[in-house]
């Protein structure tokens, strides 16, 4: 599942190895949720297909050392919304539009200070056509936190998994592949506690005020 996607070989030493059954905990809920479609030939008029999860994900972050990195900055299981779109080929660059208009979104939703970037070739995974990142400020750090990535990956995934179509003239046709994350939780809980602090205690932006049942934490 994980070399359909293109997460192994390279990632293999940021993954946790289940010995015994030789098997992998997932580091993303991209992994699953595109292989759904795995040696399927969908029909055309069925694109696009949208699809998300919410799961645990797990990582080993080796080589990770030094205070920055304490924390909530980089921990071994968090969890994490993730959206994945299956689309006709003509269509992948507006889909990945459309999934950066989301996740910025949410973030102005939550009243965070954030930034864009859309990734050079050498910053980007190898499975990837184009990404986006989306990171938030870290007041505490005085640095910029990722907390999502949005990928095109054309049919780079596709063609591992047999992921089709057929087209008006009944040929089979790779679909194009997306993913992105609806923000990793963890870095955004941390960005949540370090922008809101005030002299009365941490303001709770007004869209999770009904959720939590309070305005401030005092």
Known sequence: MSIGTGLLPVNKGKMYHATKDNLFLIPTAEIPLTNIYRDENIKENDLTIKMTAYTPCFRREAGSYGKDVRGLNRVHQFD???LVQLVHPDTSYEALEGMVLHVEKLLQSLELPYR????????????AALTYDFEVYSTA???WLEVSSVSNF????TNRMKIRFKNIESKSQLVHSLNGSSLALPRIVAALLENNQTEEGIQIPGVLQKYFGKKMIS
């Open 154 to 157: 054309e049919s780079f995934q």
């Open 80 to 82: 994490k919304v993730e």
């Open 116 to 127: 864009i970037l859309r990734l050079c070739g050498g910053d980007m995974g190898f499975a």
């Open 141 to 143: 750090q005085q640095k």
